[in-house]
């Protein structure tokens, strides 16, 4: 557990000249805390350590689906992003805010036409294709 990291995460608007975390034989603690404010409990540094890392972790999975997501459009072909339309910006747009649940569900949204003129069956199932391929990046 990382003491600052926890304090950061419980008090954001707390100035970091109003408290200081040392390292005493191998362990940190709060060396310097501002009067009159309670020092935060073991539990509550606990439980904000945990929240931190649960919020670390998911702006992870964010990056690494935004990366994901980028790759698999970039080799779509031109018809398959005029079927996505502007909901891959729509999608980016939910996964960058954190909402991947709403980015998630604007991909399974996405109707994929059965007929487009000038455009083979074949291509159009390579949509379709791409739509799973794209679902199943998603946690």
């Known amino acids: 557990m990382n003491i600052a990291i926890c304090i950061k995460h419980l008090y954001p608007n707390l100035g970091h000249s109003e408290w200081k975390v040392s390292d005493e034989n191998g362990t940190q603690v709060i060396s310097k805390w501002p009067e009159g404010l309670a020092k935060p409990t073991t539990e509550a540094l606990s439980t904000a350590w945990a929240e931190a890392s649960a919020k670390q972790e998911a702006k992870q999975v964010a990056a690494d689906l935004l990366v994901a997501l980028k790759a698999a459009y970039a080799n779509f072909s031109d018809g398959g992003k005029w079927a ?56």
Do not use: C
């Open 84 to 139: 996505f339309g502007s909901a891959y910006d729509t999608v980016v747009n939910h996964i960058r805010r954190g909402d991947i649940a709403a980015a998630k569900l604007t991909v399974q949204m996405i109707q994929i036409p059965a007929e487009v003129p000038e455009t083979s069956p074949e291509e159009l199932a390579t949509w379709t294709a791409k739509k799973a391929e794209i679902l199943a990046l998603f946690p």
